[in-house]
């Protein structure tokens, strides 16, 4: 139901979440999965489709996540981390990455980079990124990345549109310029 019907000067808002959230999810995004390694050297890692790009000089990329995480205090920690952009082979991890594991990177093939964070194998690119800015919004913690190393790899993103996922419909080719 449209909700934009509204007296000016009326602030409350005029929807309840659920049609916030429904609005919101006919926004497609890419997937990631962020990951750092904690104070106590366990890596950490989670999905996140906030991930966006904010600034091209300097590099700046930025992700969103909620207070209530598990993995907040890690980045709040963290000087560095990594930003895995997922393919579309790789929804079962989008899935783990996003649900309570044990383990969340027991058997999940990486490398480790400039960040000391995991680079997962398979992904189409890897950001990482020095801390540049933390800011509390609402009931989620606005991160701001300084990127330091960038690569990339062909193969279809994975998408996540109206809360399912989905995939580019043909491998873009790696342009440049
Ligand atoms: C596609 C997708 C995107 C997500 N994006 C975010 C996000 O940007 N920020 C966030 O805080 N949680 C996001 N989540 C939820 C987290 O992945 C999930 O709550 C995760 O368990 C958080 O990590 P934690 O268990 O270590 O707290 C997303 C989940 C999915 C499936």
Redesign the pocket.
């Known amino acids: 139901m449209p909700s934009h019907g509204r007296a000016p000067g009326d602030d409350r808002p005029a929807f309840d979440q659920r049609q916030f959230r429904d609005a919101l999810a006919q926004f497609a995004t890419g997937?990631t999965i962020v990951c750092t390694r904690a104070p106590n050297k366990r890596y950490?890692g989670?999905?996140?489709?906030?991930?966006n790009s904010v600034s091209l000089d300097p590099p700046l990329i930025l992700?969103?996540?909620?207070c209530r995480?598990?993995?907040l205090g890690a980045f709040e920690a963290a000087e560095r981390y990594a930003v895995n952009v997922l393919s579309s082979e790789q929804t079962d991890l989008?899935?783990r990455?996003?649900?309570?594991h044990a383990d969340r990177f027991a058997g999940v093939a990486h490398r480790l980079g400039w960040s000391d964070a995991p680079l997962i194998d398979g992904c189409v690119a890897w950001l990482e990124c020095r801390h540049h800015a933390r800011h509390t919004a609402g009931d989620?913690v606005v991160f701001v990345g300084e990127v330091v190393t960038v690569e990339r790899a062909r193969g279809h993103a994975l998408i996540?549109h109206q809360g399912r996922f989905t995939s580019t419909a043909s491998p873009p080719d790696l342009k440049s310029g």
């Open positions: 997937v950490v989670f999905t996140a489709n906030s991930f992700w969103t996540i909620a995480s598990g993995s989008a899935r990455f996003s649900h309570p989620h996540f």
